[in-house]
C-alpha cells in the first residue's frame, strides 16, 4: 500500500507561480512512476504530468507544455510540480497519484487533493 500526501495549493493571480508537493510512503513507492492530474468543477479529471522512476522520461498534457514541470527525489519519495504562468484555466482540484507502471494510465494511488485557484 502506497500513501501520497499533497501540499502547496492555494489562491494565486493569473500569470503567477505555486509549486505543489507530494510525498509518499510504503513499499517501494520510491520506485514508482509519478503523476499529477487534476479536476475542475463540472469536469472530468485529467492527466497533467508525470515523471518516470529513473527522472529521465517526462511527459506533460498540451495545456501545460513549457509552463510547468514535474521532478522528483527518490531519496526523500518526494515529487513536485512546477506551475508557472499561471491562467484561469489552469484552477482545479490537484491530485498526485503513483503506480508502479510507465506510462501511467489509470493510478493504483491517489493523495486526496489540494485546492488551486488561480484569479484575475
Known amino acids: 500500500q502506497v500513501q501520497l500526501v499533497e501540499s502547496g495549493g492555494g489562491l494565486v493571480q493569473a500569470g503567477g507561480s505555486l509549486r505543489l508537493s507530494c510525498t509518499a510512503s510504503g513499499r517501494a513507492s520510491n520506485s514508482y512512476t509519478k503523476a499529477w492530474f487534476r479536476q475542475a468543477p463540472g469536469k472530468e479529471r485529467e492527466f497533467v504530468a508525470a515523471i518516470s522512476t529513473s527522472g529521465l522520461n517526462t511527459d506533460y498534457a498540451d495545456s501545460v507544455k513549457g509552463r510547468f514541470t514535474i521532478s522528483r527525489h527518490n531519496a526523500d519519495n518526494t515529487h513536485w510540480l512546477q506551475m508557472n504562468s499561471l491562467q484561469l484555466g489552469d484552477t482545479a482540484v490537484y491530485y498526485c497519484?503513483?503506480?508502479?507502471?510507465?506510462?501511467?494510465?489509470?493510478?493504483?494511488?491517489w493523495g486526496q487533493g489540494t485546492q488551486v485557484t488561480v484569479s484575475s
Open positions: 497519484a503513483a503506480d508502479p507502471r510507465w506510462p501511467i494510465e489509470t493510478p493504483s494511488y
